[in-house]
């Protein structure tokens, strides 16, 4: 047999939940028709980018010399386009970045393994809440650290600081959070971040070594709610932002997000260097440079969030009127409610005898729940409710 990483075998071979859920509809649709498959399973915008992007890209292949447009950027990204997102902050935030804060990546994935191989040394741990995106643990454990969960609060979703506390030790380097989050769709309170900073920074002063909070916000402009999302940087000026244009302006495929280091953070400089030196370990170098200048011109848009607003309404209120019990999601499009039974992988199991694909939670550190994603047409949606009223009903 040949000779292979046995860790990169189990990566390659163990599938993730949510790639089997959405495989296993796939599969069903083939069989059955699409129209009679309910996949909730994967978070890929149905939305179509905004008019602009278009409009961005014409421009763009039209004005520039091809030989240049699809060429190779610096390392970090075209310098101008840099300039463009941070003037965008910066008027939207009162901050004062510059293009050299900003390192651009094929998408936050990209973003989180720069920032986690950036700061991880040997005997690091980072830590996360539960639920997470599952892929932090990968990613954590890629940079030679180890990654610790705290467990979750399911009344809100909102951290359990005695447990947070708990979590917390010398060897913690970083914590990661994702708000609005995947898979609960809860977002963090202003009160909740302006706490997580006390705690750090009392906790830096303590350790003797700065904690270094990374903010995973791919998600950061679809919220449903008026209160502003807390600018993190803002609250604890040691943070890393990891951001992506994949859910924003619905570009999954395009692959292109960054990685922000403020120059207000510990040794910015020193960090930024350890960032770009990631991206070259790890062959992320040169985001593509087509979207790099697209993200420019449309940086601060949306595609229309409020498809996802209506029809997280009409589920959110569908599935408590039946008796799920799921906490207020404000951001994002995912519900997270609790399963019917406390196996959350044989109610999802259960739930396939309807063809309604739903991802069980215990992946993201959360058994006994189960996530939605309810970024499809609003079609589906109400042909779907009939299925979760039938599934309930078996548990009455």
């Not at 495929?253 to 510990?266: D, S």
């Not at 906490?327 to 396939?352: I, K, N, T, V």
């Not at 189960?370 to 499809?376: A, F, G, K, M, P």
Request: hydrophobic fraction near 40%; charge should be negative; include cysteine.
């Amino acid at each position: 047999m040949t000779n292979v990483s046995q860790r990169m075998l189990n990566l390659g071979t163990a599938r993730s939940e949510i790639r089997e859920a959405f495989a296993f509809a796939q599969a069903r649709a083939a069989e059955v028709g699409a129209e009679n498959v309910d996949d909730f399973s994967i978070g890929n915008p149905s939305v179509p980018a905004p008019a602009t992007v278009a409009e961005a890209v014409h421009k763009l292949v039209d004005a520039i010399d091809p030989i240049k447009l699809h060429g190779y950027t610096p390392a970090q990204g075209d310098g101008q386009a840099r300039g463009a997102l941070a003037d965008d902050l910066n008027r939207r935030f009162g901050t004062s970045y510059t293009a050299d804060n900003f390192y651009l990546t094929a998408g936050a994935a990209g973003a989180l393994c720069c920032a986690l191989s950036a700061l991880s040394c040997p005997g690091d741990t980072f830590i996360t809440f539960a639920p997470y995106f599952p892929e932090y643990k990968v990613f954590v454990e890629s940079a030679g650290a180890e990654l610790v969960t705290v467990p979750a609060d399911i009344e809100d979703f909102q951290i359990d600081f005695a447990a947070f506390d708990q979590a917390l030790t010398p060897n913690t380097k970083g914590v990661i959070i994702n708000s609005p989050n995947n898979p609960t769709g809860v977002v963090y309170s202003e009160a909740t971040i302006q706490k997580l900073a006390q705690v750090l920074t009392k906790k830096s002063k303590e350790y003797g070594h700065t904690i270094w909070l990374i903010s995973d916000e791919p998600y950061r402009e679809i919220v449903y709610r008026d209160t502003p999302l807390p600018w993190v940087p803002n609250y604890y000026p040691n943070t890393l932002v990891c951001y992506s244009y994949s859910k924003s302006l619905s570009l999954p495929g395009q692959r292109i997000g960054y990685v922000l280091v403020p120059p207000q953070a510990e040794d910015a400089d020193i960090v930024y260097a350890a960032v770009c030196g990631a991206g070259r370990a790890l062959g992320y170098v040169c985001a593509p440079s087509l979207f790099q200048l697209v993200a420019a011109e449309c940086t601060g848009q949306t595609a229309d969030i409020e498809v996802y607003h209506k029809n997280r309404d009409l589920l959110l209120n569908a599935l408590r009127d039946m008796g799920y019990t799921c906490a207020q999601p404000d951001g994002a499009f995912y519900l997270f409610p609790r399963s019917l039974e406390p196996d959350a992988r044989a109610f999802c199991e259960r739930a396939r005898k309807y063809d309604l694909v739903l991802v069980p939670g215990d992946s993201f550190g959360c058994p006994g729940h189960v996530r939605i994603s309810y970024c499809v047409p609003t079609e589906q949606i109400q042909r779907a409710l009939h299925k979760f009223e039938q599934l309930a009903a078996e548990y009455k």
